[in-house]
């Protein structure tokens, strides 16, 4: 096994994108559907925003620096990975704060309806996020099985609101589709792409999808609580009113009047002045993202994750695969199950693999394309049969915890 990853490794004309990130040699990260790794020029970057744009020219920098365009520049970068145009995607706030205001600007243009329809198993800040509008007395949350999603739909509902890939399952959702039965009773659709973004093929405009956001700190390497983005179709944007009506999202903010007047086009759904430094972080990956392009993710990313899968099928079969089989239908990503996932999760990280655990008995790996080599995979594979035979897991130190899992 290790030495056909090694022939695989040798001939991925992605390998030489790993070098522009910073990864100790003997590392396998396989966690980059949870905090991206780190772009190695991202610390050059963050030291001159902070000591020339901030430290030397100060104010002057939102002007000469371009930080007051860091919102629209950001999310017009992003919106090349997720198959929008420039002037629909605006990098700002985060993925729950921009559920929020989606959510509630959605509610706002279906007048006479107040469902939310949405899957149990969902994210749970996009379901805190409905149940917060629900205790205002503006939305009422509708769940439906996957499986019963488009039979759900019907006059009643004026949302409704998915993650695109499922974040425990890795599974995925056929976007055109669910958006079209949606339309055809009238409701409008917010996607979540925080799953997705930089690593499966998504083509907002192709889907004639009205809305979506995501975040930055996962397959766009923007940090650990990066800014997220936000994505409105150019039909709505005119008729948009989102809550959080900030300065920032003021068609002048500078001229410093009482009244609320929005900005033109997507910028509106701007709030608050951009976090600059993060900002500038996640330039940087996203960058690094549109440099590969999305194609040749998307095909690195479903080799890794078949090769694992079949690996894993063969060697490790105490745990069975919970994502969907057809690479097409999942995200990049893989989930096994088993009793004491936490404690193998923990058993691995030991021995510098890294994935993750998904509450109750999930052992999360995910497959960042840039970085993660087919040695990865294999090392996971090895590892996890070697941490259940010897029975290492069950060192009491791996039972144990933390507040992050």
Known sequence: ????????????????????????????????????????????????????????????SWNDAGWIDLPQKVGGKIASLVGAQGHEVIAADTTSINLFKLISAALAMRPGRKQV????????????????????GLAERRLAERGNIEAALDENVALLLLTHVHYKTGEMFDMARLTKAAH????????????SAGAVPVDLNGANA???????????????????????AERHQAGLQQPLSGWMGHKAPFAFVDDYQPAPGVDRLLCSTPSVIAMSALEVGVD?????????????????????RKAMAEHVPELPC??????????????????HSYQLCQALIARNVIGDFRAPDVLRVGFAPAYVRFADCARLVEELRDILDSGEWQKPEYAERGAVT
């Not at 329809?117 to 205002?136: C, K, T, V, W």
């Open 1 to 60: 096994m290790m030495q056909q990853a090694e022939r695989l490794d040798a001939a991925d004309p992605l390998a030489k994108w790993r070098g522009e990130f910073l990864l100790d040699e003997g590392l396998a990260y396989l966690d980059g559907n949870s905090l991206g790794a780190l772009p190695k020029v991202v610390p050059a970057r963050v030291e001159e925003v902070v000591r020339e744009e901030w430290g030397a020219q100060l104010i002057a």
């Open 210 to 232: 009205d809305f979506a956001v995501g975040c930055g700190y996962k397959y766009l390497n923007g940090g650990p609580g990066a800014p997220a983005f936000a994505y409105v």
């Open 184 to 195: 055809d009773v009238g409701a409008l659709v917010v996607w979540d792409l925080s799953h």
């Open 322 to 339: 919970i994502s969907p089989a057809d690479p097409a239908q999942r995200g990049s990503q893989l989930s096994f199950r088993h009793q």
């Open 288 to 308: 690094l993202m549109a440099g590969i392009g999305m194609e040749a993710l998307v095909e690195k990313s479903r080799a890794l994750s078949e090769f694992t």
């Open 117 to 136: 329809l949405s899957e149990p198993g969902n994210f749970p800040s996009d379901l805190y996020m409905i149940e917060g509008l629900e205790a205002q």
